[in-house]
């Protein structure tokens, strides 16, 4: 009689269901995840933005789609612990259930748009900077890529009802971070600039001569407004061109 009366507890019931829902969620993840690489699925998106972007953060596709459809089901089972249990007033939870659905939908939905734009962003900014031989620029499409990750979590989680004032702080101070390496990497590209004009005008060394700027020697290979290119046996050696001028130069004569 004790274990019927323990047994019919909503409280009991309400845990029975959450390990429940616990235990088939973890199954759920794991077969999708089986499933999804058994049909040829982490094929068929390499290459893709995404996939490019999640393996950029530890992840994968497949991953992803396993561990969402996981969280669903546990979601599932808290919520319906949550109304065996009573612990909440049901109309009101239902209620405010069915209006937070949406809106994680479109959190979601924000995220994975944030992804691909984030990873075509990159690529863009990563294209237009090729012809750029500057360390300090090399890093502007990953920061370009992870700037418009960071808005798009918080966009999301703005769309779900968190307080994101002191995150908006955070981007604020970070965009100043981002402009200030921006600055930095572009006054590089001016002095370079500037040089590459000088010595394209000027021309203190051409092709085929032997110069040893700092510390490589070698045979000029190629002069143009941002590198200096020079070669010595089997290796080539491309030198911004400020830092021709902050370097001692000597032409070799034959």
Same mark, same amino acid.
């Given at each position: 009689m004790e274990w019927q009366t323990l047994i019919d507890e909503p409280a009991v019931i309400a845990m029975a269901v959450l390990v429940l =829902?616990? /235990?088939? $969620?973890?199954?759920? $993840?794991?077969?999708?995840?089986? &499933? *999804? %690489?058994? %049909? $040829? /699925?982490p094929e068929t998106v390499e290459g893709t933005p995404f996939e490019r972007t999640a393996q950029s953060i530890g992840t994968s596709t497949v991953e992803i789609v396993a561990r969402l459809s996981s969280w669903f089901i546990y979601g599932i089972a808290v919520l319906t612990a949550i109304h065996i249990?009573?612990?909440?007033?049901? !109309? +009101?939870?239902?209620?405010?259930?069915?209006?937070f659905i949406p809106q994680v939908f479109i959190a979601v939905l924000i995220l994975i748009l944030g992804f691909i734009i984030a990873d075509k962003s990159e690529l863009i900014v990563s294209e237009y900077l090729r =012809?750029?031989? &500057?360390? !300090?620029v090399s890093v502007l499409p990953r920061l370009v890529k992870y700037s418009v990750l960071y808005v798009a979590f918080v966009l999301a989680l703005g769309q779900i009802g968190v307080y994101v004032l002191p995150l908006v702080v955070l981007l604020a101070i970070f965009a100043a971070g981002a402009i200030v390496v921006g600055a930095i990497a572009f006054k590089d590209f *001016? /002095? %370079? %600039?500037? +040089?590459?004009?000088y &010595?394209? *005008?000027?021309q203190p060394y051409g092709i085929g001569d032997r110069v040893q700027i700092g510390q490589q020697s070698g045979i000029v290979q190629e002069? !143009?407004?941002l590198?200096?290119?020079?070669?010595d046996d089997s290796e080539e050696y491309i030198v911004p061109n400020r830092k021709v001028f902050e370097a001692e130069i000597v032409r070799e004569r034959e």
């Open positions: =829902g616990l /235990v088939v $969620g973890y199954l759920v $993840g794991r077969l999708n995840k089986e &499933l *999804l %690489s058994a %049909s $040829g /699925v249990a009573q612990l909440l007033d049901t !109309d +009101a939870f239902w209620f405010r259930v069915t209006e =012809g750029v031989k &500057l360390p !300090d *001016l /002095v %370079s %600039s500037a +040089a590459g004009i &010595l394209l *005008l000027e002069v !143009d407004l590198v200096t290119k020079i070669e």
